[in-house]
């Protein structure tokens, strides 16, 4: 069974970025799917979106400094199927480390090699910060795809042109050449304005059929979910929300060709 490594990722802030990654996992994990969250982000806030504490040494800090597996590092979640590598605030300190690291771009890859190899997982996926530092650019190097989450909002083509552009140059420079998008996933649409309708028109003319059919709506219970610690799957399965990420499970099987 191969194993899909998805890195979920957006240079720009307040996007829907973990809140896709978490709810993408916990729904493809819903489907029969075998899962891996690995939270890179400094803030954790996809830790915590599953209900685990942020605790010191729980991390892929030290693997990616080369101390340790990082298999070591996994946890089960409350949910079927859903396991997760936690973040922590000391990743903050990767990104110089690394920098002053050999194969610096190559930790996160080389680190999750044995984990693909156990084939245990038929999917793994890569929350990462808001920039495109070097623990993004380490999941893009890790990653077979990326989904880059976009917000109906204005601008919001700034948001995808960057990341686009790096992922391009890593494919075609050879530093990771099996590197695709696997789609844009459009958040925060409000079908009772012209703007959302606007700008997702915009994008598709951009992107064309890379943009998922599947848009997520702006929902308060997508929105209380997190503090309660669980994916909106788990906390309110009747919402809008939750009926859109189920969809957009969906959607990213099929890209895959993951078996039904």
Known sequence: MPTHVIAVANQKGGVGKTTTTVNLAACLAAQGRRVLLIDIDPQANATSGVGLEKHEDASAYGPLLGEGKLAEKIQRTAFDRLDVIPGEVDMCGLEVELARAE???????????????????????????PSLGI?????????????????????ALEGISMANRILVQLRDGGVNPRLSLLGVVMTMFDGRTRLSAQVVEEVRRHFGE?????????????????????????????????????????????RLKLRA
């Not at 929105?223 to 189920?246: F, N, Q, R, V």
């Open 103 to 129: 194969n610096h771009l190559q930790r996160l890859r080389l680190a999750l090699e044995p984990i693909r190899a156990a084939g245990t997982y038929e999917v793994i996926l890569l929350d990462n910060p």
């Open 135 to 155: 623990l993004t650019l380490n999941a893009f190097v890790a990653a077979d795809w990326v989904i880059v989450p976009l917000q109906c909002e204005y601008y």
């Open 210 to 254: 890379l943009v998922f059919e599947t848009y997520i709506p702006r929902n308060s219970r997508l929105a209380e979910a997190p503090s309660h610690g669980k994916p909106i799957l788990h906390y309110d399965k009747y919402s809008t929300g939750a009926a859109a990420y189920d969809v957009l499970a969906q959607e990213v099987a099929t």
